[in-house]
């Protein structure tokens, strides 16, 4: 049977989740010709308003997802929360998933991708399954008196989170976040947080872009600078952390991998997200071929682009009522402008970006 990859402009990529992300991966389809539809509950959703089709429907609708199936040559997410059941579905209708089901499951419970890095002999921070207050109690001891307590599932921009502030606060933070199924992880002591954006194709070549370097505020990604100052190891050592997670979870399409580093280049993996990153903002000013394009050159079969930076990139988000400065950024020769096109700016919203470029170093 002939492969029906690589697949021809002209035909349909499904993409699950409507936000910004959803809509700059539907931009990039387009400028090689194929068409996007969105599932998205949400009305007048970012994507949808530059997809061709929209299904406006929960991401567990079973009519919704028999309709992608049947019209979408393959179906991608912009959002890694959609339920396990809902890519089972989609491939029991027949519907191609890329990343399929596994990378979604891993990165959903922050337990299982702890566990999972830990099984590659990839280091991470210290932790415990919590699903107590007597369980923080119990891990304190071994993971120091200043532990992170995080839901297991859904956390996002630092939500679902709190410090545990030694045994006798154990009980007032299990209910801060909530009383849900939680990980206790060891503060890690890390000089930068660094984040590596990776794709994997479909004949299994991986490739890497340079580090970003990210601050973050209220637990929201404010800037990344890259190509990040770093020494070959650390590179060495990120790329390497890449192509073990994609290998192991046979991943197609573009991950971003969250790093600590520690005093003397060392690193910990933080997290994956198995979708296009904030982080990888960059590329889009920074790259000939950026994140969006690259992920839907992957799960389309399409050979990987070139992932070299042709120049310094700094990308500030753009939150709240930042947005309403478009004016004056517009008017900036330095500034390159994205607008998310959300109706509504409310307090920490992702509401666009600015790539500022410089000459590398
Ligand atoms: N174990 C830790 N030690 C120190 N800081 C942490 C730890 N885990 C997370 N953080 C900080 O909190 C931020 C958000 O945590 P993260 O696990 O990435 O959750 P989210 O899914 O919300 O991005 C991280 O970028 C980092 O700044
Ligand atoms: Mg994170």
């Not at 949400?42 to 567990?60: G, K, N, Q, S």
């Not at 337990?111 to 007597?134: L, R, W």
Request: charged residues 25%; contains cysteine; glycine residues 10%.
């Amino acid at each position: 049977m002939p492969s029906r990859f690589p697949l021809p402009p002209g035909s349909m990529i499904g993409v699950i989740g409507g936000g910004q992300l959803g809509r700059m991966l539907a931009l990039a389809a387009g400028r090689l010709g194929f068409d996007v539809t969105v599932l998205e509950p949400e009305p007048d959703a970012p994507a949808a308003r530059v997809a061709a089709r929209t299904l406006e429907a929960a991401y567990d609708d079973a009519e919704a997802l028999r309709s992608l199936a049947d019209t979408c040559d393959v179906v991608t997410f912009e959002f890694e929360n959609v339920p396990a059941a809902v890519v089972e579905r989609l491939q029991m209708l027949g519907a191609l998933a890329a990343p399929g089901q596994r990378p979604l499951a891993v990165a959903q419970d922050r337990v299982n991708e702890k566990e999972f890095f830990q099984a590659q002999g990839i280091a991470t921070a210290d932790f415990a399954a919590i699903s107590s207050p007597a369980d923080i109690a119990a891990a304190l001891p071994r993971l120091g008196a200043r532990a992170l307590l995080k839901t297991r599932r859904e956390g996002y921009d630092g939500k679902g989170q709190t410090w545990v502030e030694g045994e006798s606060d154990a009980e007032a933070a299990f209910a801060r976040i909530g009383g849900k199924p939680a990980i206790l992880e060891a503060r890690v002591p890390f000089v930068r947080e660094l984040s590596v954006i990776a794709a994997r194709g479909r004949s299994g070549e991986i490739a890497c872009y340079p580090l970003g370097e990210n601050h973050h505020q209220a637990g929201v990604l404010r800037t990344t600078l890259a190509p990040a100052r770093a020494s070959d190891a650390t590179r060495e050592q990120a790329v390497a952390i890449a192509q073990a997670t994609l290998e192991a979870l046979d991943y197609v399409g573009v991950m971003g991998v969250e790093l600590f580093e520690l005093d003397g280049g060392a690193l910990l993996v933080n997290e994956f997200a198995p979708r296009v990153h904030n982080s990888g903002h960059w590329t889009q000013d920074g790259c000939e071929v950026d994140q969006f394009e690259q992920h839907v050159r992957a799960v389309a079969g399409w050979p990987l682009g070139r992932t070299d930076a042709l120049a310094q990139v700094e990308m500030t988000n753009l939150l709240g009522y930042e947005a309403d400065d478009w004016r004056a950024l517009a008017a900036d020769p330095s500034a390159r402008l994205w607008l998310y096109g959300k109706r509504e700016p409310r307090e920490g919203r992702k509401m666009g970006h600015v790539n500022r470029l410089r000459p590398l170093p």
